[in-house]
């Protein structure tokens, strides 16, 4: 069982950057997905979440509007699609899976990590 994030990179303020969670050895289409992120010296940060029960997506209020979730369940992915970034955006993202079907903010509450992928906005 296996979750690998990647995607990320380096990119100037008001740029874009797909990210990717890529699962083996479970499907995917059964778990919530989350994503999180981390910035040196900060707590880790829950930041999007799509529910496996009805597709529901859900942001942390910095990123509406700019990040987008989704799933391709044929790819065993999810997707995390970010525009419009800002340098506070900078972070170490992560993915997990959640067995239940409902999202939840609370990191204890994801069975299973991805690695994480360095996403970095600087000018």
């Known amino acids: 069982v296996q979750l690998q994030a990647s995607g990320g990179g380096s990119v100037q303020p008001g740029g874009s950057l797909r990210l990717s969670c890529a699962a083996s050895?479970?499907?995917?289409?059964?778990?919530?997905i989350g994503w999180f992120r981390q910035s040196p010296g900060k707590e880790r940060e829950w930041v999007s979440c799509i529910s496996s029960s009805d597709g529901s997506t859900y942001y942390v209020d910095s990123v509406k509007g700019r990040f987008t979730i989704s799933r391709d369940n044929a790819k065993n992915t999810v997707y995390l699609q970010m525009s419009s970034l800002k340098p506070e955006d900078t972070a170490v993202y992560y993915c997990?899976?959640?067995?239940?079907?409902?999202?939840?903010?609370?990191?204890?509450?994801?069975?299973?990590w991805g690695q994480g992928t360095l996403v970095t906005v600087s000018s």
């Open positions: 997990a899976a959640d067995s239940s079907t409902v999202c939840d903010i609370r990191f204890g509450s994801y069975d299973y």
């Open positions: 050895g479970f499907t995917l289409d059964t778990y919530a």
